[in-house]
């Protein structure tokens, strides 16, 4: 089944730009584009008289002088500052430069204009960037950020790149962004929502039939999605048919990493959990969730009675990379079972790469780094990429962890998670999601599946926990709205 709403690469919304172009006429579409954004503005600043617009050389800075005209005839104060007064290169981009016709100020003026502005326009670069915003165009996005005033960002915040949701140099920091004809990847992953601000989608009067000729190249889930994956469970269902998750991990000192995944598996809908950890933990767990079963493990690592009973294991929490932690880790991986993968056996595995069977890996950017051999910022770079690069190495449905959170797994659609906020950055967080997955496969979701609701439970339910903040947001805080949200 599909699930999610598509998500466009840069070259897909080019072809149809070109497309819709000959059809609609280029100088409509802009003018649209600059209808759509002033639309937008009003509504967000009703009050804001003074507008400082930049405009690029592009189609983008097109967009941005029809906005500073219509702005200048509905009554508004405008400055338009550029990043070099030649000509515009497009005909389309010419055309709204003379339907400007005012006055431009050279990139040098731009702090002392935006110093004026209540609301500042980027319109420097949209989809069509090619490389590092680098010399004057950085120095511009450093005064814009600089500004003090809030931003609106013309189709894409400029120096983002719209496919990967990284920016090789410098870029804008938005309020709000409104984009144009389809929605984009990289805008919804990695610093594509931090610098995107608020998101807005318009079409441009493209009628769906035009837009649906583009091809996807993700999907973006939505909370309103999980009700796809989890419907409400018969009359006469048993605890037996939902699954039995065993945790594995909890070493000397970091029992509570696998105590939360044990409660998360629960709250997701698990029939049972046990943990198998150090012999110290047991009296706690079992004090803390009487609902689950805790058994010690000695140096041996032996698992053979509890992987009996086992439907699914959650590998990783606290397991540590000694050797107790190797020992669990080898016997777990050779015991044939739906696995999850997390945290210090993620390490391990990287240690000794091999394709998994059935597994999903939970990753963060530095275990995916170790994973493929690379560092932090090349799995930034391109987390789409990256989490299509586990899979594929891995044999393994992945959860790259972080800001738009990506699920990939080998011949599947890759998806990113439309919810989460920057209280989930604290400890113990990913131990949930651990948990949620192993909650999920035991209750007979696949691993793709299983990996794409869990990663979203995760996120929408962090999500209504950070009503009441999201400083000091703790990973206990989410449980509860878990399993509202385990219940559509
Ligand atoms: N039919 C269309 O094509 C439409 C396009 N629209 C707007 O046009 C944008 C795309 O326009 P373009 O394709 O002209 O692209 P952009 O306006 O995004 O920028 C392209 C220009 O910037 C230069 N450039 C790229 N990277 C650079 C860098 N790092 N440093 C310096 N210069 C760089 C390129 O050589 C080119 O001249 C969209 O994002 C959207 O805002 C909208 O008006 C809607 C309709
Ligand atoms: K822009």
């Keep these: ?19 819709a ?20 503005l009003r ?10 617009v930049l405009c690029g050389p592009g189609n983008n800075g097109g967009d941005g002088y029809l906005l500073a005209a219509l702005a200048r005839a509905q ?3 405008v400055d338009v500052v550029v990043l070099d007064e030649e000509a515009p290169r497009s005909e389309a981009a010419r055309a709204a430069r003379a339907e400007w016709g005012g006055a431009v100020s050279p990139a040098q003026d731009a702090a002392d204009r935006l110093a004026q502005a209540d609301v500042a326009i980027d319109a420097l670069f949209g989809i069509g960037l090619a490389r590092a915003l680098d010399g004057v165009a950085a120095d511009l996005v450093a005064a ?25 140099g410098a870029a804008v920091r938005a309020e709000l962004t409104v984009e144009f004809i389809l929605p984009k990847r990289g805008l919804r992953t990695g610093r594509g929502p931090a610098l995107c601000g608020a998101l807005h989608l318009d079409g441009l009067g493209l009628d769906s039939a035009e837009r649906g000729r583009a091809a996807s190249a993700a999907r973006l889930l939505l909370p309103s999605d999980i009700g796809r994956w989890l419907q409400p469970r018969p009359r006469d269902a048993h605890k037996g048919q939902n699954g039995h998750v065993l945790c594995i991990g909890g070493d000397h000192g970091t029992g509570g990493a696998l105590a939360l995944c044990l409660r998360a598996a629960l709250r997701s809908g698990a029939g049972y959990a046990s943990a198998a950890t150090r012999a110290e933990h047991v009296p706690a767990l079992i004090a803390l969730q009487p609902e689950a ?10 698992l053979s009675p509890l992987l009996e009973r086992a439907d699914v294991l959650a590998l990783g929490p606290g397991l540590g990379k000694g050797d107790w932690g190797r020992a669990l880790y080898a016997r777990a991986l050779a015991a044939g079972l739906p696995l999850v993968v997390d945290a210090d056996a993620l390490n391990l595995l990287a240690e000794a790469p091999q394709a998994l069977r059935d597994a999903v890996l939970t990753p963060h950017p530095g275990e995916a780094a170790r994973l493929l051999g690379c560092d932090t910022a090349a799995i930034q770079a391109d987390r789409l990429a990256a989490a299509a690069e586990l899979a ?19 011949g599947r659609e890759p998806c990113i998670v439309g919810a989460g906020n920057p209280g989930m950055a604290v400890g113990g967080m990913g131990d949930l999601l651990t948990g949620i997955v192993a909650g999920l496969r035991g209750q007979g979701l696949e691993a793709f599946d299983a990996a794409c609701c869990a990663a979203l439970l995760h996120a929408a339910a962090a999500d209504l926990a950070a009503a009441a903040g999201e400083r000091g947001l703790l990973p206990g805080d989410v449980l509860d709205p878990l399993r509202r949200l385990a219940n559509p």
């Design 293 to 302: 079963m805790a058994r010690a493990v000695g140096e041996g690592g032996d």
């Design 144 to 168: 814009v950020n600089a500004a003090g005033c809030p931003v609106l960002a013309l189709d894409v915040p400029s120096g983002l790149d719209a496919d990967t949701g990284a920016t090789p």
């Design 75 to 77: 009554g508004c104060e």
């Design 43 to 52: 509504r967000r600043w009703p009050s804001a008289r003074r507008l400082c």
């Design 392 to 410: 594929a190495r891995y044999a393994s449905a992945v959860i790259l962890k972080g800001s738009g959170s990506v699920i990939a797994a080998p």
């Design 1 to 19: 089944m599909t699930i999610g709403q598509p998500l466009y690469p840069r070259a897909a919304v080019q072809q149809l730009d070109r497309a």
């Design 21 to 40: 172009s000959a059809r609609h006429g280029a100088t409509g579409l802009m003018q649209r584009a600059a209808h759509a954004a002033w639309i937008l």
